[in-house]
């Protein structure tokens, strides 16, 4: 088995969402609350020629650190469920390796400053990569288990 | 800033490929080429019940180390350009931070074994997260910048 992996952020996520609790669970969220959901990307100035051709794609792929998400966890039970699921069934931030992935439109690039849309990440998140998003990351015909099943969570 | 990340595998790739020079660049491959492309990710024996409901989906993201990458670049010429472009633009392995990210077919799951297609990994690749692909990862109308112009790279 090969050995770690150490990781340095690349870059930090500006957001008006402070506290993990300030955003909705993603299949909860009103109809497109995270497609107007705007914010920036700061690169670190070290890396910001990497950024070149970047403005030229409409989505990027944003890997990123859950930095709050605390214990990882084997078994969660998604919002809105009864049932608990394998965390790699899920998207729950309480993961083995805390690594998140999002999708976000690309609006506008000035120098390392990235604006984006559907931003679904807090403030402070550590980017540990982007990539431009590409027609074999857009997959048709999926299915999307528990998912299709969701219902809003209690009050 | 935030301090650096430390990712342990959870688990391996099992894949014909066995070194970076057997794959074929993915934009360069011939048609069907990777969805015809099979093979295994196997789970370390602690995580194994982290995988429960992910076979109820028909496509997984695979967050995986380029373990074979070599130094990381800000700028690459990808196959079949004639312009350097800056790595965050492609999908190079050679990133400051060497994580990747390739969306699978889930084929079927026996245990802690996972078979699929789609399979653009090398044999032995560490597997750092798996998630399930959902709506929200699939974008319509996009731009894909220089991927428009991709020509096959001369022999």
């Known amino acids: 088995m090969s050995p ?3 990781l340095e952020p690349i870059g930090t996520v500006h957001s008006r969402f402070k506290e993990p609790a300030e955003l909705p669970p993603p299949a909860f969220a009103p109809p497109r609350f995270f497609e107007r959901s705007t914010g920036r990307i700061e690169v670190r100035p070290e890396y910001a020629a990497g950024l ?7 989505h990027i792929i944003v890997l990123f650190a859950f930095h709050k998400a605390g214990a990882a966890k084997l078994k969660v039970t998604p919002p809105g469920q009864t049932e608990a699921r394998g965390v790699f069934a899920t998207r729950s931030p309480h993961r083995p390796n805390p690594l998140g992935m999002s999708v976000l439109r690309l609006l506008g690039r000035e120098g390392r400053i990235l604006e984006v849309s559907g931003l ?8 540990l990569d982007i990539k431009p998003y590409t027609r074999r990351d857009r997959k ?8 299709r099943n969701k219902r809003r969570p209690a009050r």
């Not at 679904?120 to 980017?127: F, M, R």
């Not at 048709?140 to 998912?147: A, D, Y």
């Open 4 to 6: 770690g992996v150490r």
């Open 52 to 58: 070149d051709g970047l403005e030229d794609f409409s």
């Open 120 to 127: 679904d990440l807090i403030d402070g998140t550590p980017v």
């Open 140 to 147: 048709s015909h999926i299915r999307t288990g528990w998912l």
